[in-house]
C-alpha cells in the first residue's frame, strides 16, 4: 500500500513538472504565429486557446454602475484540468500546423517538438490515473481486512478483548493492558 502511495505521489509530481512550462509556452506560441503571414482569424483561434490554458475568460465580467445592485452572477470557466489543457494545447498545435508559414527556427517552437510535448502530457496524466487505480484498489483491500465483518482485524481484536475479558476477568492486570487499546470501525 505504501508503494502504491509513492508511486501515485510521484506520478502526480512528474505531471505537475510536465506542466509546468505549458503557459509560459504558449504564448510564446501565440507571438511566434503573430509574426508569421497568419490570417487573423487563425491569429484569434490560438489566442483562444492560449486564454483556455491561461485560465481567462475572453471578456471581463461586467460589474453593475451603481454599487447597491447586487453583482451578476457568472458561472466559472476556467477549464483547467488536466485533461481540457491537454485538448487546449491539441488545439494550439492544430492551429499552428495548419499555418503553412509557421516554421520557427527555434527546436521548442515547431509543431514536431510541441507533438512530442502533447505526447509526453498525455503520457503523464495517463500514468497519474493508472498510478491513482492502484492506490485506490490497495485501499479497498486493506479496507477488506481491516473492516470485514466476521473476520476482520477490527472484529477479531473485539473478539480478542472480551476473551482476554472472560479468561482473565475485567479487572485484572491482563485486560488492564489492552481494554484502552481502540479499534474503530470505517463509515462507508
Not at 130 to 155: C, F, H, P, Q, T
Amino acid at each position: 500500500m505504501v508503494n502504491k502511495n509513492t508511486d501515485y505521489n510521484n506520478a502526480v509530481n512528474e505531471r505537475v513538472e510536465a506542466f509546468s512550462d505549458l503557459r509560459p509556452l504558449s504564448t510564446r506560441l501565440v507571438n511566434a504565429l503573430n509574426t508569421t503571414n497568419a490570417s487573423d482569424e487563425k491569429v484569434e483561434d490560438a489566442k483562444g486557446f492560449n486564454r483556455k490554458i491561461q485560465g481567462k475568460r475572453a471578456s471581463k465580467i461586467e460589474t453593475p454602475v451603481d454599487p447597491n445592485q447586487p453583482a451578476p452572477k457568472t458561472i466559472s470557466s476556467s477549464q483547467q484540468s488536466y485533461d481540457q489543457l491537454i485538448q487546449h494545447f491539441e488545439g494550439m498545435i492544430s492551429v499552428l500546423a495548419s499555418e503553412p508559414s509557421y516554421t520557427p527556427n527555434e527546436t521548442e517552437l515547431q509543431v514536431a517538438t510541441l507533438q512530442t510535448k502533447l505526447q509526453a502530457l498525455k503520457d503523464s496524466n495517463a500514468e497519474v490515473s493508472k498510478a491513482y487505480a492502484e492506490v485506490s484498489n490497495s485501499r479497498l483491500e486493506r479496507n477488506k481486512i481491516l473492516y470485514s465483518v466476521d473476520n476482520g482485524l477490527v472484529d477479531t481484536a473485539g473478539e480478542v478483548k472480551q476473551y482476554v475479558k472472560s479468561v482473565y476477568g475485567a479487572s485484572s492486570p491482563e485486560f488492564g493492558q489492552i481494554k484502552g487499546i481502540k479499534f474503530k470501525t470505517v463509515k462507508a
